[in-house]
C-alpha cells in the first residue's frame, strides 16, 4: 500500500468525537520510516491514559505508548518489569535509559519520528515521539489521553532525544 493512501486511513480512522487538534505539517519528514513511526503514533491519538496500560483506544501510559508505535515499526520490543506510577518521584534509577539503550542510540540533533526523555522528579520518566513542526504525540495523565502538543511545552524537562539503532542517519 502507498505511503499517502496508508496516511489517509490513518487520519480518517483517527477522527474522533472529542475534537482532537492535529495541527498541519505534522508529517514534514522525508523519511518512509520516520513517517510511519508518526502515522502509527497518530493512531493512538485519544487512546485513554491507563498507567501500564498498552491497547490502542483503551489505554496506554507514555512508556507504553513508545514501546507499541515502534514495535509496530519494526523495532524489536522489550520486556518491561511492572511498574508503579510514581516510580519517578523515589528512586535515582532511569528506567526508560536502560530500556531505549537496548533498541535506541541517543540523538544530538533530533528528527520527526525521534523519541524526547523528559525528567519528572528524581530522573528521565516521561517520553514523547516527535513530529513535524515542532510537535509531539504523548500519552499525559494530565490530559487523560494521548495527545498532540508542541514541543516547548515540554521544553524546560527536556532530557535528551533517541532513534532506533536500526536507522541509519
Known amino acids: 500500500m502507498a505511503l499517502a493512501q496508508e496516511a489517509q486511513e490513518v487520519n480518517m ?9 492535529i495541527p498541519d505539517g505534522l508529517l514534514d519528514t522525508p523519511s518512509q520510516e520516520r513517517k ?14 491507563a498507567h501500564a496500560a498498552r491497547t490502542l483506544g483503551v ?29 519517578m518521584l523515589h528512586r535515582e534509577e532511569s528506567r526508560f535509559m536502560a530500556l531505549l539503550t537496548m533498541r535506541m542510540m541517543r540523538a544530538d540533533t533530533p528528527l520527526p519520528g525521534d523519541c524526547a526523555l523528559y525528567r519528572y522528579g528524581r530522573c528521565a ?11 509531539l504525540i504523548h500519552a499525559w495523565r494530565n490530559a487523560g489521553h494521548v ?6 511545552m515540554l ?3 527536556l532530557d535528551s532525544y533517541w532513534r532506533p539503532i536500526t536507522w541509519a542517519e
Do not use: F, M
Not at 480512522?13 to 487538534?21: F, G, R, S
Not at 510511519?36 to 491514559?49: C, F, H, K, N, S
Not at 519494526?74 to 516510580?87: L, M, N, R, S
Open 36 to 49: 510511519r513511526v508518526i502515522y502509527e503514533a497518530i493512531r493512538w491519538l485519544g487512546t485513554p491514559y
Open 147 to 152: 495527545e498532540v502538543r508542541e514541543q516547548n
Open 155 to 157: 521544553a524546560d524537562r
Open 59 to 87: 489505554g496506554v501510559d507514555c512508556g507504553q505508548l513508545i514501546r507499541a508505535v515502534y514495535t509496530a515499526c519494526g523495532v524489536e520490543d522489550v520486556e518491561v518489569a511492572t511498574y508503579p506510577p510514581d516510580w
Open 125 to 135: 520518566c516521561h517520553a514523547a515521539i516527535l513530529t513535524g513542526s515542532g510537535y
Open 13 to 21: 480512522a483517527c477522527t474522533k468525537p472529542n475534537d482532537l487538534y
